[in-house]
């Protein structure tokens, strides 16, 4: 796949597109705890939390196609952790399994310390393999593995916090 891929700020006509992005993740039980579908409803409040000055919510579009989206979103919500975000990656089923979560994880560290960022954190699934092998080939460290903290249909599940220094 070597369409170029764009960023832009994500708006309340792409959360649509967004929600069913994310559900599509639900089912694989690797990628969220949710365990049902969310609505758009739902999701609203979540939406508005993103700001484009400072933690973004961008949909990434190949050929003006939406074919995944991004977020930083505030860590732990006290003023002291400013400058610590989390990801979140979503790609659209179509284009899994093709390179645009490097694509796209390249992309974000680069424009994450315009957003007065410094340190990003992953969560991510200890049975997610392939998502923590992309964190780690940028550079991120397993920082926390809290165990069996998660319970997907009955399965106790660990939860591996990656986090990378993104300026020094």
């Not at 705890?33 to 508005?48: G, N």
């Not at 340190?119 to 809290?146: C, M, Q």
């Amino acid at each position: 796949m070597s369409h170029n891929i764009t960023f832009r700020d994500a708006t309340l006509e792409d959360l649509p597109t967004i929600v069913e992005i994310y559900n599509s993740t639900i089912a694989s039980r690797m990628v969220t705890a949710d365990t049902e579908p969310v609505t758009v409803e739902a999701r609203l409040k979540w939406f508005h939390e993103h700001a484009p000055s400072k933690r973004p919510l961008w949909v990434v579009e190949m050929d003006n196609t939406i074919c995944g989206w991004v977020s930083l979103q505030s860590f732990y919500g006290r003023p002291a952790y400013d400058a610590t975000a989390e990801i979140s990656i979503y790609i659209d089923e179509n284009f899994r399994g093709h390179g645009l979560g490097k694509k796209i994880l390249a992309e974000v560290i680069e424009l994450t310390p315009n957003y007065g960022v410094d340190t990003l954190l992953g969560f991510i699934f200890a049975h997610n393999e392939p998502s923590l092998r992309l964190f780690e080939k940028f550079g991120f460290e397993k920082w926390a593995h809290l165990p069996e903290v998660a319970t997907l249909d009955g399965v106790k599940r660990d939860l591996i916090i990656l986090g990378k220094k993104v300026i020094e």
